[in-house]
């Protein structure tokens, strides 16, 4: 289950990558099949159900493009 999640400003990445080299559990890539308005190619993640919100890529990014939420645990 995640812990947290990503939420990318897709018109505003401009694909530099950084961040996917920093993501301990390797769910970040460069969506290939598409550009944002700018003519990059923008950031997406593959797997959000292994998110940790580590926030290490939103700390890397060096547009803040990247907004990490973290989920807390209710407590039963």
């Known amino acids: 289950?995640?812990?947290g999640r990503i939420i990318?400003?897709?018109e505003r990445c401009?694909?530099?990558s950084l961040c996917i080299s920093y993501c301990p559990v390797n769910i970040?890539?460069?969506n290939e099949t598409t550009t944002n308005i700018k003519g990059y190619?923008?950031?997406m993640s593959i797997d959000p159900d292994k998110c940790i919100g580590c926030g290490f890529c939103a700390v890397m990014c060096p547009?803040?493009?990247i907004t990490v939420e973290r989920f807390i645990k209710e407590a039963n």
Do not use: E, Q, Y
Request: hydrophobic share 45%; glycine share 6%; net charge positive.
């Open 1 to 3: 289950m995640a812990k």
């Open 8 to 10: 990318i400003d897709i």
């Open 14 to 16: 401009k694909g530099c």
């Open 28 to 30: 970040l890539k460069l």
């Open 41 to 43: 190619t923008p950031l």
């Open 63 to 65: 547009d803040s493009v």
